[in-house]
């Protein structure tokens, strides 16, 4: 028993290294404002789009939604052992994701293209979105990023031979995907509109919630307007060009200026505000067991 134990464990992908990039930054309250620019991203390739209108509850849970999406995320980097079991489960729940997409064409979930697209994303994403919210990497950086993100896709269970192993070999292929795949799909479209129903968040202390639900009227084409122009500019140019989606000088210059705001005021948090919760909590543990 004890071998096959040890076996399993040197089988089992490590996630990211405390102290690494990822651990920083996918923890950080403003990775709140990048996801939804990766999320846009994925929804743009035809079959992940398909797959998200046809199994997701995003129309009808999503708070719910972003929460367990959210956490998963957190999970995959901070959740040491939990990690490996959190990828295993998000395989085992897309493997009956399948379909037609909007061209007739046969879909799977689990196609090693369309698993790795998704997962592709979250690089060129976070990437973009630190020029604006924190300190622009740098390249010797940018090669820890890749070289960590690539952890977390073998924790998702994404074979090395599906992922460019590099960065010289990651930007031909994002390119040809922009090229070649994405578009505006349906779901693009509702993830950008200002038009859009959206229920009353239901997450958190129910005296927010209650406040909420009295002011939701009042605060949704506001906060519908900043989602969409958060989602667009967040979003590198290359992705946002390919998938069709407008940008002005204007609303770059306004993009610049919130990026100052939130640059100088996120480091003066203290943590328990700048982190989220299962982040915190690890790196809470990991400076315990240093001691």
Known sequence: MNTVGTATERTDP?????????????????SLLTLPAALTMQVAHPAVGAGVDDHSVFRTDPWGRGERS?????????GG?????????????HRSIQGTDAHGRKYHALTPAYYAWVHATGYPAFRHAQRYLGRPFTPAQERQLYAEWLQ???ILGIHDRDMPQTIEEFWPYYRKVLAAEVEETA?????????????????GPWWVRLALRAVW???????ARFRRFVTIGLMPPDARHAIG???????????RRLGRGVRLMVPLLPERLRFLPIARRARREHRAARR
């Open 217 to 223: 009227p009042v605060l949704l084409p506001g906060f």
């Open 81 to 93: 052992r939990t990690a490996v079991e959190e990828g295993r489960r998000l395989r085992k729940l």
């Open 187 to 203: 779901v693009v479209r509702e993830l950008i509109a200002t038009d859009q129903p959206l229920p009353v968040p239901d997450r």
């Open 14 to 30: 490590e996630p990211p290294p405390p102290g690494g990039v990822l651990w920083t930054l996918v923890g950080d309250v403003r």
């Open 152 to 154: 977390v896709g073998r």
């Open 245 to 255: 989606l407008p940008w002005t000088d204007a609303q770059e210059r306004r993009l």
């Open 70 to 78: 959210l956490a998963s995320l957190q999970l995959w980097v901070y």
